[in-house]
């Protein structure tokens, strides 16, 4: 039976190849509706007050926000796979989900425990790159100080949820 579980394995790093691949799709995707938006807004500027034609959105994107979509299709990943999909994410690429994982903490702090998994990942992941590029250290701090807070929130509701736990067990005995 050696052999099935070698194709298991084999299928399992497709499916990790697919889903980094899926990863960097939605980053090109959302990277260069970003830069159309800038450009549009742009133009619009330029034009003094004449009218322009209204930004009309990539329907890749499913009618979502950039920022948004690229979330939507991490959060798609298995949970399992989710770290090894980071890991053959190249530093560029890696670089550009730590700047939106900014907004995710600002603008989903119910995801925040998944966006923390993503941030420390991809920070173990490319270490020595990080430590070497000026860039990115104004970034890692702005995360920290975004993170420690989810973190926190993250961590009184386990020790709610924990005390609860508790709670019912003890009154369960006394029955």
Do not use: Y
């Not at 925040?112 to 991809?122: A, G, Q």
């Amino acid at each position: 039976d050696l052999e099935g579980s070698s194709s298991a394995a084999g299928t399992k790093n497709q499916q990790t190849v697919s889903a980094a691949d899926s990863a960097i799709d939605a980053l090109d995707m959302a990277n260069h509706e970003l830069e159309r938006l800038e450009e549009h807004q742009a133009q619009a500027k330029r034009s003094g007050g004449t009218a322009v034609a209204p930004f009309v959105p990539n329907p890749l994107l499913l009618g979502q926000d950039p920022k948004a979509f690229v979330f939507s299709t991490l959060k798609k990943i298995k949970s399992a796979d989710v770290e090894q999909a980071l890991i053959l994410l190249p530093f560029n690429d890696a670089v550009k989900v730590l700047s939106l994982c900014e907004g995710w903490l600002e603008s989903e702090p119910l995801e925040s425990e998944f966006t923390c998994k993503v941030v420390v990942t991809l920070v173990r992941i490319h270490l020595d790159q990080i430590q070497v590029t000026e860039g990115v250290k104004p970034l890692l701090t702005r995360l920290q100080a975004l993170m420690k807070p989810s973190l926190g929130r993250i961590k009184a509701m386990i020790g709610t949820n924990k005390a609860a736990v508790k709670f019912v067990h003890s009154a369960g005995k006394t029955v």
